[in-house]
């Protein structure tokens, strides 16, 4: 089975532009979950998608939005861009729901804002 | 709430060396707990994972955790380590419930010297 991919890989854009990033789960997967990684704060929950409906959401500004295609494939975007969001942004994906299930990452896109 | 807390942000061992990588946690409700990897520019691959199954688990290149209640701990170990270990560990706990949410400790990042 493919892995979950993520795309782009790399990414740049100056403040105030907006950003869409792309997750494709592992065949079967339904579940989606999107997570921000800096070296200042480390890993961080941004949402989590079950079937097309977000089931649970991180503490982060309204800028940040996602969602779930009928075919599980996920996008989140980001408004408005600041200096702060350049991070590596994971997306996960996962069979069901629930916290003992393992949860398979993607390689992440860099995106660095400028 | 749940939280993950690992204990030394940069640890090195000598190749052949113990692995000893320190997760302690906190969880109101018996917990799910990860281990993670992640080689730079990657994304993260599950060493192994604790579902109140087995108290030792063994994971993937040799790695285990010993789930310990009363000292909250979940360490990852290894008896021998190899130069290909040398990567960023994270722990994790599931936030509980029907999420797939998990909570990262701030990762350690395990040097192993020739």
């Known amino acids: 089975k493919a892995g979950v991919t993520q795309t782009p890989r790399y990414l740049i854009k100056t403040r105030g532009q907006q950003v869409t990033l792309s997750c494709s789960p592992i065949s079967g997967h339904r579940s989606v979950s999107w997570y921000q990684q800096t070296p200042g704060q480390g890993l961080q929950f941004l949402f989590e998608y079950f079937s097309e409906t977000q089931r649970n959401k991180g503490n982060f500004p309204g800028r940040f939005s996602g969602r779930q295609f009928s075919n599980s494939r996920s996008e989140m975007n980001v408004s408005t861009l600041e200096l702060g969001d350049s991070a590596l942004y994971l997306c996960?994906?996962?069979?069901?729901?629930?916290?003992?299930?393992?949860?398979?990452f993607g390689p992440g896109t860099r995106l660095t804002v400028l | 709430a749940q939280s993950v807390t690992q204990l030394g942000s940069h640890v090195s061992v000598s190749e052949g060396a113990l692995v000893l990588l320190r997760c302690n946690y906190s969880s109101s409700v018996p917990p799910y707990l990860f281990w993670y990897v992640q080689y730079p520019n990657q994304g993260l691959q599950l060493l192994l994972k604790y579902t109140s199954a087995a108290t030792l688990v063994k994971g993937i290149n040799g790695f285990e955790a010993e789930f310990k209640k009363s000292e909250t701990s979940f360490h990852l170990t290894k008896p021998s380590a190899h130069m290909s270990d040398a990567a960023e560990y994270f722990c994790a706990v599931s936030d509980g419930g029907a999420t797939n949410k998990l909570i990262f400790g701030t990762g350690t990042l395990l040097a192993v010297q020739p």
């Open positions: 996960a994906s996962s069979p069901g729901q629930g916290g003992h299930n393992e949860q398979f």
